[in-house]
């Protein structure tokens, strides 16, 4: 015998949002990371330029990285599960 409260409890939890595959996260991380980078060395190009190449890559990783894993990436999944959620289903 089941408890009332056990079912309420359970029909009143919404549905866990679906993760993308694997491959729809790498191609959303490539673009977070390309459009970062690129963006990076357009604006910063003149400055590190001069730069030895480790100590360039140091530079535009560290601002790259955290910029792709804590904002872009978060962003562009939350765009992709709206537009999956509001896409028909065939």
Do not use: F, K
Request: hydrophobic fraction near 50%; aromatic fraction near 4%; charged fraction near 15%.
């Amino acid at each position: 015998m089941t408890e009332p409260s056990a079912t309420v409890a359970r029909t009143a939890c919404p549905a866990a949002p679906t993760v993308p595959s694997v491959h729809r996260r790498a191609a959303l991380t490539w673009i977070a990371v390309y459009g970062a980078i690129t963006t990076a060395q357009l604006l910063l190009g003149d400055l590190i330029g001069a730069l030895p190449l480790p100590l360039r890559t140091l530079v535009l990783t560290g601002l790259v990285v955290p910029l792709v894993v804590y904002v872009l990436v978060p962003r562009l999944l939350r765009l992709d599960a709206a537009v999956t959620r509001r896409s028909p289903r065939r």
